[in-house]
């Protein structure tokens, strides 16, 4: 399962940016669909998840601003990202959890980097 991202970049403080993640491969089913994110010089954290039919969870710093959303039939998971600000900054990683030819495992896309400036 090969994951790619796009739609990263510089962003001025009160910006939007809208990132997409498209899953492609022998995929059976998916069934989590999240965006992590990973500020300069800290740890990676969950932004944003999806489960198949499930509703979305946010992480407390992004709720009322960015909006996580999925395609199921282009396999492809969305995150709209308004008002960012400049603590928004890091490196954004998809991650989704699908089953391909009878295994269930976790895939990470290559990451795509957000710069907000202030």
């Known amino acids: 399962v090969q994951l790619v991202e796009s739609g990263g970049g510089l962003v001025q403080a009160g910006g939007s940016l809208r990132l997409s993640c498209a899953a492609s491969?022998?995929?059976?089913?998916?069934?989590?669909m999240a965006w992590f994110r990973q500020p300069p010089g800290k740890q990676r954290e969950l932004v944003a998840g999806l489960t198949a039919d499930g509703p979305a969870n946010y992480a407390d710093s992004v709720k009322g601003r960015f909006t996580i959303s999925r395609d199921n039939a282009k396999n492809t998971v969305y995150l709209q990202m308004n008002n960012l600000k400049p603590q928004d900054t890091a490196v954004y990683y998809c991650n989704v959890v699908a089953r391909t030819t009878g295994t269930l495992n976790n895939y990470w896309g290559q990451g795509t980097q957000v710069p907000v400036s202030s």
């Open positions: 491969g022998s995929i059976s089913k998916i069934y989590t």
